[in-house]
């Protein structure tokens, strides 16, 4: 989409900042995160140059940077570099809303250079505001937020080079290496992957008028559709473009407010596109709903099986939660990666 490539305000190409260059900078900066330890590469990891975003060798993570969500996306960050083998290799490419005033994408940049002066990222601004026109209410408001949405956008926001990358939310921590995540198989027709949950209830995610209009609950014939999580995926954007999924996605939003088709936010498109259609992923890379649901966020234990990446979806998170003395169990696992400052330190 050209419009979103003309709205790419600085893009870093993932060149780690010399500590000269920001050393200014980042004394300037208001530190509210402490800095997180550099991490190393281990001796068998491929080579790559520093200035080369299109290096085979590097492992594309993309997230979203905002406010609101900052603590979580840096515990989520330093979670990914601690676990993974190969920490230097790895870059990050952050969307940030367009309509943030410009002073405060600096103190956002700012606050990720500052806690890890030596991470490989790129900061890119993403055009919500073409986006709000499309977004319809849902159960909850945080998910009608348009950040959620930019993982739509992510073929056009990024470059062209970098085919294949790993979407991450901001309310998650990784205990395994990324790069594992990241070597998942898209091959054939397969544009991402990500786990699969066949025991929830599918229908539930769609109206009574969706499945009640034939040309629509037909959209998901001959497809063993299942749910999926959002928050946690491999995508390969070189296929994305190549099929223009963007513009399939977004033809499914138009439809919702026309007529409401879904009430869940930015999942039921990416369903209604994908679903029974993407490569399989093992459980473990989401034990989501860590956040309880949308409505009153209880604490929630663990699902069976082996852990690689635990994901507060849902309306709790556990900064929140810790703040507020009230933490659930399991956010006791996310609390050694917050590297928010002591509140007196902040205040000072």
């Not at 629509?216 to 946690?232: D, H, I, K, M, Q």
């Amino acid at each position: 989409m050209q419009r979103q490539k003309l709205l790419l305000l600085f893009h870093l190409l993932c060149i780690a900042p010399t500590a000269n260059a920001a050393t200014a900078e980042m004394a300037a900066a208001r530190r509210l995160f402490r800095e997180a330890p550099k991490f190393y590469n281990s001796p068998d990891c491929p080579s790559v140059a520093s200035a080369d975003i299109c290096s085979p060798g590097a492992i594309h993570v993309a997230m979203t940077l905002d406010a609101a969500y900052l603590r979580g996306s840096m515990a989520a960050i330093l979670s990914a570099l601690q676990h993974s083998s190969c920490p230097e290799n790895i870059c990050f490419h952050f969307a940030v809303a367009a309509s943030v005033a410009a002073a405060d994408r600096g103190r956002l940049h700012r606050a990720v250079a500052s806690s890890f002066p030596y991470l490989r990222f790129g900061v890119y601004a993403f055009d919500d505001a073409a986006v709000t026109g499309l977004i319809s209410t849902s159960v909850r408001s945080a998910l009608d937020r348009p950040l959620n949405y930019a993982r739509n956008y992510l073929a056009d926001l990024l470059p062209p080079c970098v085919r294949k990358v790993v979407y991450l939310d901001s309310d998650l921590v990784l205990v395994d290496d990324v790069a594992k995540l990241a070597a998942t198989l898209l091959d054939g027709d397969n544009i991402l992957a990500a786990p699969e949950y066949c025991n929830a209830n599918f229908t539930s995610y769609f109206t009574p008028t969706f499945w009640a209009n034939p040309s629509l609950s037909l959209t998901f014939e001959g497809r063993r559709a299942c749910y999926f999580n959002t928050g946690v995926m491999v995508i390969d954007l070189k296929k994305w473009r190549e099929g223009d999924y963007t513009t399939k996605i977004v033809e499914w939003m138009e439809l919702q407010k026309r007529m409401r088709i879904y009430e869940l936010g930015s999942l039921p498109p990416f369903l209604l596109v994908f679903a029974g259609r993407i490569a399989p992923v093992d459980h473990r890379w989401n034990q989501h709903g860590l956040g309880g649901d949308n409505f009153r966020g209880l604490c929630r234990g663990l699902h069976p099986g082996p852990v690689s990446l635990l994901h507060w979806s849902g309306k709790g998170k556990p900064w929140v939660r810790l703040d507020a003395n009230r933490p659930c169990p399991l956010d006791a696992l996310w609390a050694p990666y917050d590297l928010l400052q002591a509140r007196f330190a902040i205040e000072s």
